[in-house]
């Protein structure tokens, strides 16, 4: 299969040059966190900070309203760009994520905030991801595992646009989970204590089983080891690398990051052994060398 890229040859939406100035200071507005602005009560703040709200909860419903106008095929490209212009205050810590964020560095907040409007609205759109070591999937199923790469939904989609069925392990199954820019329903396993013996059973139809077993650190149990991100250190419990072991299951890694052009890719690849410690370190490594490129 090799490198693959998803859907139509991405594009370029561009931005008039004469509102230049205008575009970046209204879709800057538009990431600022509109919710907590909505409990301050007007008479308690200055005219200048009542006017910056109201500059920014306009530019938000102006952004959503841009995303949900636009065709299909359009929206993922706008958000690209969206996200583009509001990288700067995703550095100045505006979007209100940096406790939730694991993997993740300040492209990726961005563009997953323009992402989110639309995922929560129910608005579909087009993705467009490059998978690197595709080739690497195989056609059986298989245990994929990784960090807390928010993005990592874009690349579920992926696989079910290529005919995969995919299940994700989550810690909160009471939420609904759908395939992003679809209203289709995503297969979810619960993190319980029968989560391994379902995990077989996907794998065993032929499924593609996501799992992110890394938490942040409070205090290092017996059965875990560590790794370092971008939000700090991380706990990775290494039960899931027994059970691959034991059960014979094939194991991937995989990220999914935005690289500098906001090009959105996945990185697969296969651990150099399934003994379980062995691919407990490869995966340590792995994870540890795509935080040194966000």
């Avoid at 200048?48 to 993922?76: D, Q, T, Y």
């Avoid at 994700?168 to 993190?191: F, H, N, S």
Wanted: hydrophobic fraction near 45%; include cysteine.
């Amino acid at each position: 299969m090799g490198d693959a890229v998803n859907g139509r040859r991405a594009f370029v939406v561009p931005l008039p040059t004469n509102r230049r100035r205008l575009c970046r200071e209204t879709l800057v507005s538009a990431v600022m966190q509109h919710d907590s602005f909505e409990s301050a009560r007007a008479p308690a703040l200055p005219a200048r900070a009542i006017g910056r709200w109201n500059v920014r909860s306009s530019a938000a419903k102006m952004s959503e309203l841009l995303l949900a106008a636009a065709p299909p095929i359009c929206r993922f490209p706008i958000a690209q760009q969206l996200a583009r212009l509001a990288e700067g205050a995703a550095r100045a810590g505006w979007f209100g994520m940096a406790r939730t964020r694991r993997f993740d560095g300040c492209r990726e907040m961005a563009l997953l905030r323009f992402l989110l409007k639309m995922y929560w609205r129910g608005i579909t759109f087009d993705a467009q991801i490059r998978v690197i070591g595709a080739n690497n999937l195989g056609s059986a199923g298989a245990l994929i595992m990784s960090g807390h790469f928010y993005l990592n939904l874009l690349f579920l989609r992926w696989l079910r646009d290529q005919g995969r069925r995919v299940t994700l392990v989550a810690a909160d199954p009471v939420k609904t989970y759908t395939l992003p820019g679809t209203g289709e329903l995503l297969d979810v396993i619960p993190a319980d204590r029968a989560v391994f013996t379902r995990i077989r059973q996907r794998v065993d139809n032929g499924r593609l089983v996501l799992l992110m077993p890394d938490i942040p650190l409070s205090g290092k149990s017996v059965a875990a080891c560590t790794v370092r991100s971008p939000s700090g250190t991380q706990e990775i419990k290494t039960s899931a690398f027994v059970f691959a072991e034991k059960a014979g299951i094939p194991l991937l890694f995989c990220s999914t990051r935005v690289s500098p052009d906001y090009q959105v890719f996945t990185k697969i690849v296969r651990p150099p052994s399934q003994n379980a410690s062995a691919a407990r370190e490869s995966f340590v490594r792995f994870l540890e060398a795509e935080a040194a490129e966000i």
